[in-house]
């Protein structure tokens, strides 16, 4: 009798757990496949926004606009820095590239095609997004790199840790590539897990790169490893990056200064930074420090 009654009370939890989880994954998804959509092949990487305005959906009926008629043309294999001060968009203008949402007006397109009549089956491999916030599963250091490429071989996975720097101290773990590194890579620093995120990127060979933030959450006994890695993963991509350190951004051949969802300017860094007060104090502040160091 005793056991009967514990296990109606797991039911009981069970069924109020499983009410919630059900409501999460009976949500449907509300970027898919346009009638029509075809399959882009012998991607270039050409990416342009045309007058893009962007609004979240509150619920309710209510909105809130965090894009208002922005136009950016990113060249085929440059590297392209977005600016400004948080909550100017920069995020939003990633997702919008990758199509986690749609515009609410205006298009983006990938090589002169709107990415609403690209299949996403053939889109997302060609990016590779690398966040502030390394999301790493519960499972090996190895399983955690190949997360994009699952046929990937163990010589392959190595090669790309290699690049990212990331092979060293993955020799040092108890386990080399088959330590567990725990919930959300727990067991690891947060130098550690960017490096990590960084030899994803380089095993899935995007053609076109999305960075958000991704050293602004490293130690800084790691920053400079992971900015020589970022580097060699930028290398003859189209990159599209979101920082706030100079050191990345000097190194773009373009840059867009957002400000509360409008592109105030754009050019070459050091034309920009001629003529934009904000982007000076950013890019001199960033060198004052680094001769410090």
């Known amino acids: ?47 342009r926004l045309t007058d893009v305005t962007f609004a979240y959906d509150l619920g309710g009926g209510k909105n809130r606009e965090v894009l208002s008629d922005v136009s950016i043309d990113i060249p085929a294999g440059k590297r392209v ?30 090589d002169g095609k709107d990415l609403r009549s690209i ?5 997302r491999p060609a990016f590779a997004l690398v966040q502030q916030e390394t999301f790493l599963f519960r499972q090996s250091v190895l ?8 046929e990937a071989t163990l010589d392959e996975v190595r090669e790309a840790a290699r690049a990212a720097a990331a092979d060293e101290f993955i020799l040092q773990l108890p386990k080399g590539y088959d330590t567990e590194v725990g919930e959300r890579g727990v067991r690891l620093s947060g130098g550690q897990k960017q490096r990590i995120s960084i030899a994803r990127a380089f095993l899935s060979d995007p ?26 993963l930028m290398t003859c991509r189209t990159t599209v990056l979101t920082s ?9 051949d373009l840059v867009y200064v957002l400000e509360n969802g409008k592109v105030l300017d754009s ?17 001199r502040s ?8």
Not at 216 to 226: F, G, K, L, Q, T
Not at 244 to 249: E, F, G
Request: hydrophobic share 40%.
């Open 1 to 47: 009798v005793y056991s009967l009654a514990r296990v109606n009370d797991m039911v009981q939890k069970a069924i109020a757990a499983g009410r919630r989880v059900f409501e999460v994954l009976d949500e449907t998804n509300d970027i898919t496949n346009v009638p029509g959509a075809k399959a882009i092949n012998n991607i270039n990487g050409k990416i």
């Open 119 to 123: 299949t996403l089956e053939s889109l």
């Open 143 to 150: 399983e955690n790199i190949r997360y994009g490429r699952p």
């Open 207 to 232: 053609r076109v790169l999305l960075l958000d933030e991704p050293t602004s959450s490293v130690e800084p006994d790691s920053e400079n490893a992971i900015i020589e890695a970022i580097d060699r």
């Open 81 to 110: 820095a977005l600016c400004g001060p948080s909550g100017s968009g920069k995020s939003t203008l990633l997702g919008l590239i990758v199509r986690f949402y749609d515009p609410t007006k205006g298009a983006v397109t990938l």
């Open 244 to 252: 706030h350190r100079p050191s990345l951004v000097s190194r773009c």
């Open 267 to 283: 050019g070459p860094p050091e034309l920009v930074r001629e003529r934009n007060e904000w982007l000076d104090r950013f890019l």
């Open 286 to 293: 960033g060198y004052e420090l680094a001769a410090a160091n």
